[in-house]
């Protein structure tokens, strides 16, 4: 709106220029150049001497190139300082409100670098309505930012100061995906260095890597070139274990989810078997595994296997089935 009235103002400017440069041409016979400068100071009101004396028709020239030019020049002025100020202005309430909604967030993931691998994180976390915060300091990547409405902290990843103002203290995890292996080891140690009890995802692009990645802190690390030459090598070999794969955990139009659901410790499923609890029946679902609460992992569980309190099912169905199963859990 204010971009309007400032196009709008300065066409009415020039509209006043060209009326007083061809009223003096016309009827003071000066040069075009002559007609254009007198025309200038006139709106500038500096107060430089008329070029020549003025016939009566030259002074109602002036008379309303005055009122109009003068009018029109702090107008446009006006709008183009109030866009200024108002821009700056909502830039700083932006921060302020950016800073605010930071400061609220609990049990939130920190990711760190918004990469290739950053990007592709945060849009699967954003989808599943997963709170997290981005640390990303590159000027092209805090605008993308910015665009897609994520919460971010414009800061070194590196820095201690950028993880505390990301809620690393009330984060429930956080992912270091910029391309240095040696900013991800810094950031880890860092990280660990504030929070020993905090779960920390790396990413490595070598078995090099991993190994200083683990060895400063990091709870996990995804080697991206790895799996993905995996992936490429299973397309050939198994492709249509690959195909249902996809189908179960990325088409969406399906509705099929694999989702992990924890048994809680006063969920009505503890003490049951499988088939007693009829998960498979009333909720159309396959029971892939059963991570223990000790941490193993039964694959393919048989229908006797008890369920117990801290249990991580890992099931495959309907998505809306699973949001009803894991009401129950």
């Known amino acids: 709106m204010e971009l309007k009235k400032l196009r709008v103002a300065l066409f009415l400017l020039l509209c006043t220029i060209g009326f007083g440069t061809a009223g003096y041409y016309t009827f003071e016979d000066m040069s075009p150049f002559d ?43 006006g709008t183009l300082l109030r866009m200024l100020i108002e821009g700056e202005l909502r830039k700083e309430f932006g921060r302020k409100k950016l800073e605010r909604q930071i400061q609220s967030l609990q049990n939130h993931y920190i990711i760190c670098g918004f990469g290739r691998i950053g990007k592709l994180i945060c849009k699967e976390l954003f989808d599943r309505k997963v709170p997290f915060v981005v640390i990303e300091n590159n000027p092209a990547a805090i605008e993308e930012l910015e665009k897609l409405g994520y919460l971010f902290v414009a800061m070194d990843a590196t820095s201690e100061e950028a993880l505390l103002k ?63 030459g995996k992936r490429m090598a299973e397309v050939l070999t198994r492709p249509t274990v690959v195909d249902f794969l996809d189908t179960a955990m990325m088409d969406s139009e399906l509705g099929l989810a694999m989702e992990e659901l924890k048994v809680g410790q006063t969920s009505s499923m503890v003490g049951k078997s499988l088939i007693e609890s009829n998960l498979r029946k009333d909720y159309g679902v396959i029971i892939v595994a059963i991570k223990k609460a000790h941490g193993k992992m039964i694959f393919n569980p048989q229908s006797s296997e008890v369920i117990e309190a801290g249990d991580i099912i890992v099931a495959l169905g309907k998505k809306d089935m699973m949001e009803k199963m894991s009401n129950i859990l």
């Not at 400068?37 to 006139?42: D, F, G, V």
């Not at 028709?57 to 009122?67: A, N, P």
């Open 166 to 228: 990301s809620g690393i203290m009330k984060a429930k995890g956080l992912v270091t995906a910029v391309m240095s292996d040696a900013d991800n080891v810094y950031i880890v140690l860092t990280a660990r260095g504030l929070r020993n009890d905090i779960f920390i995802l790396s990413r490595g692009s070598d078995e090099k890597a991993e190994v200083k990645l683990l060895r400063a802190g990091a709870s996990r690390v995804i080697l991206p070139y790895q799996i993905g």
């Open 35 to 77: 007609a254009f400068y007198m025309t200038m100071i006139t709106i500038s009101t500096v107060g430089f001497q008329e070029i020549k004396p003025l016939t009566i028709h030259g002074r109602l020239i002036t008379i309303m190139i005055i009122l109009s030019g003068v009018s029109i020049s702090a107008y446009a002025i």
